[in-house]
């Protein structure tokens, strides 16, 4: 627990907190700028990666769920980012200024990008809100969730910009591209129910609390797996993404080739055998 309570202390947005038991291996990622209904500041570009690596290093840690205190998961951007962005471009230079501004936006995108980097699977828990950039981070975790009163929107447009942390890039697969196309011209809010029809999430719960217990169900069943398996599909499936299906299939045979030599092949066999729950090493 002073290991934890140390950790917090590190960010000034962000809260990791391990599930009961610790040992299920499961860690709750909130983000905690509930007065500013989580809008992402641009303290959360710097925090976010920074906590999603110290979890990825952190052998304890099997699942991360993700979600966001107080009534909204996510707001959106705060718009001070883009003030901070546009205060500190350099000179009156028309090339510099677009290096520089180029330079920030793809910070920004790898603060997202960094859940897809870390190597245990990431679970968006979404209650209430969940606009702009909510949208951007929750297409690049692995599994979503959300309950009853979630509504979501692509509002970039809205503010006059293209999106760019990389909602058009990963809605389309998630969503069909013509429903993202039409989301994201629109920037119409639309309800959990829609959500779940068009397949951004997985389920739809009644409340925020059974929510919270579902996905913390579904977590600790994934965290009970062998962490290389886990880790692995969610690898592959990943990098399957840009390749074609015969170096899909090479890179998995490369994968499995070195992976399948561990001990939790055996002891999944010998589990199941004996009719026992699996016991696999930390990773």
């Known amino acids: 627990m002073e ?42 570009f710097t925090e976010f990666p920074h906590a999603l690596s110290s979890l990825d290093q952190n052998p304890d840690v099997s699942v991360i769920i993700l979600s966001g205190a107080g009534r909204h998961f996510c707001s959106g951007i705060d718009l001070q980012a883009f003030n901070s962005i546009s ?12 290096e520089k501004l180029r330079r920030d ?46 509504f979501f929107a692509v509002k970039e ?13 990963r809605l389309p697969a998630i969503v069909g591209f013509g429903n993202a196309m039409e989301l994201a011209l629109t920037g119409r809010r639309f309800s959990s129910s829609e959500a779940k029809e068009m397949g951004l999430v997985s389920k739809v719960f009644a409340s925020k609390e059974a929510m ?8 600790e069943g994934i965290a009970a797996k062998s962490p290389l398996a886990v880790t692995g599909t969610k690898a592959v499936l990943l990098r399957g993404r840009d390749l074609t299906l015969h170096q899909a299939l090479d890179y998995v045979a490369t994968w499995n080739s ?20 699996p016991l696999f090493a930390k990773l």
Not at 87 to 95: E, F, I, K, N, Q
Not at 126 to 138: K, M, Q, S
Not at 212 to 219: D, I, K, P, T
């Open 105 to 150: 936006i793809k910070f920004m995108q790898d603060a997202i990008t960094a859940i897809e980097l870390c190597r245990k699977p990431v679970i968006a828990a979404v209650h209430g809100a969940c606009v702009g950039g909510g949208i951007d981070i929750i297409t690049a975790c692995d599994l979503r969730f959300c309950s009853a009163d979630a």
């Open 258 to 277: 070195s992976v399948l030599l561990s001990d939790d092949p055996k002891e999944a066999i010998s589990a199941q055998s004996q009719k026992r729950k």
């Open 157 to 169: 447009v809205d503010l006059a910009i293209t999106a760019d942390l990389g909602t058009l890039q």
């Open 3 to 44: 290991e934890d309570k140390k950790e917090n202390e590190k960010y000034k947005f962000l809260k990791i907190i391990p599930t009961s038991p610790h040992s299920s291996g499961v860690f709750n990622l909130c983000l905690n700028r509930p007065s500013h209904l989580n809008a992402l500041s641009p303290h959360f």
């Open 87 to 98: 205060s500190g471009l350099p000179s009156a230079d028309r090339g510099r200024i677009g």
């Open 212 to 219: 919270e217990e579902g996905v913390r169900a579904v977590a």
